[in-house]
């Protein structure tokens, strides 16, 4: 059984910093490409950033650009998201997730099979 577990979330004030990791189980993802989607409440899930298979390339939401970096360490099947600078709007459930099929760093849901429970991280003003 694949599983996807987040973790690293939490209460935070704006301009604070937090990092998130995922560590996967049940199936190795070095082949594959990460990402990171959020979901606020009332919005649909949106992309946030996407990783290639060998860490190489970057995909990040044009919101987050500058502040936000994923990276991932395929020997311990684990991807990181770090994030700077946080603003209130930043406030959502991150949920990590893996692709079964490309190791290109997409930003389209449907690219990614596997996802996490989600982690909640709110940001206060």
């Known amino acids: 059984q694949v599983r996807l577990v987040e973790s690293g979330g939490g209460l935070v004030q704006a301009g604070g910093s937090l990092r998130l990791s995922c560590a996967a189980s049940g199936r190795t993802f070095d082949s594959y490409a990460m990402g990171w989607f959020r979901q606020a409440p009332g919005k649909e899930r949106e992309f946030v950033a996407a990783i290639s298979w060998d860490g190489v390339d970057t995909n990040y939401a044009d919101s987050v650009k500058g502040r936000f970096a994923i990276s991932r360490d395929n020997a311990e099947n684990t991807v990181y998201l770090q994030m700077y600078n946080l603003k209130p709007e930043d406030t959502a459930v991150y949920y990590c997730?893996?692709?079964?099929?490309?190791?290109?760093?997409?930003?389209?849901?449907?690219?990614?099979?596997?996802w996490g429970q989600g982690t909640q991280v709110t940001v206060s003003s």
């Open positions: 997730a893996g692709s079964a099929f490309t190791g290109v760093a997409a930003n389209l849901r449907g690219f990614y099979a596997y």
